[in-house]
């Protein structure tokens, strides 16, 4: 997949093969966050007094680090999506002209905050090593949050890309689907219920691998560093659903550009 060539991001098989390797590293972000205890202290809003900001460390870090990368052009990518649209600045680097893609409107699809809340209040409390603070962590926390929140945007807002390749492959059908606002309709057409369950066998397999140390691998007791069932079950419940509700709200608008 090259977002210079258009030609090649709409290709489902290039597509499904970038999602692939984004499992990878979400996995790999969960297992380095898994070394760390829950840090409730890094997600209490105004916790920390910091000056002119309203929120939690999480936030203020998350909002320094999206400044700095808007600065290098992350988010002229098309595949990025940041968590503070209305906070980021103008690139010092040469602005790059990608080829239009993606709907008019594609900035707009944005469940970022869905993803903040989800991660905090779901992931963290089941992968740390344990519960409670240490403060001489705190940083090192909330960088590898930032990682892992980064990935998981990334992901799931590539369903972007999965809705408007399937719109391009069958235009009529969804034509149909969107003007009766089907939404029902519209789910059922972008489910693949068989991909689905191989995505969570192989994040159970995945887990397996990369959180065991190999030497462990094979003895009765593998300690792996985050339960591999664990990761699938939050693919499940959150990244999938989201994905898709991405790529219903992306749908239900489509018709705005043909008009």
Not at 125 to 140: H, T, Y
Not at 150 to 161: D, V
Request: proline share 7%.
């Amino acid at each position: 997949m090259d977002f210079m060539k258009p030609e090649t991001v709409l290709q489902l098989p290039n597509i499904r093969q970038a999602l692939i390797r984004m499992e990878d590293t979400i996995v790999f972000d969960l297992i380095e966050r898994s070394q760390f205890y829950s840090s409730p202290s890094v997600y209490e809003p105004n916790k920390y007094n910091i000056p002119n900001f309203n929120g939690s460390f999480l936030d203020w870090s998350l909002l320094q680090m999206e400044k700095t990368h808007s600065q290098v052009r992350r988010y002229e990518a098309p595949d990025e999506v940041p968590f503070f649209p209305d906070e980021l600045l103008p690139p010092i680097l040469p602005p790059v002209e990608y080829p239009s893609v993606l709907a008019s409107y594609t900035k707009e699809i944005n469940v970022n905050k869905e993803i903040l809340n989800f991660y905090v209040n779901e992931i963290v409390p089941q992968i740390s090593c344990k519960a409670g603070d240490q403060q001489e962590n705190l940083g090192s926390v909330s960088v590898c949050d930032i990682d892992t929140l980064q990935a998981l945007s990334r992901r799931i807002h590539f369903g972007k890309f999965v809705a408007e390749a399937k719109y391009q492959a069958d235009k009529e059908g969804y034509k149909k689907l969107i003007l009766a606002k089907d939404i029902k309709g519209i789910e059922e057409s972008i489910t693949n219920s068989a991909v689905e369950e191989m995505i969570l066998d192989r994040l159970v397999e995945k887990g397996k691998t990369y959180g065991v140390d190999p030497s462990m691998r094979y003895s009765q007791n593998p300690q792996s560093k985050v339960q591999p069932e664990i990761i699938a079950k939050l693919y499940k419940d959150y990244v999938i659903p989201l994905t898709k509700k991405v790529e219903v709200d992306y749908l239900l608008r489509r018709l705005e550009d043909e008009e």
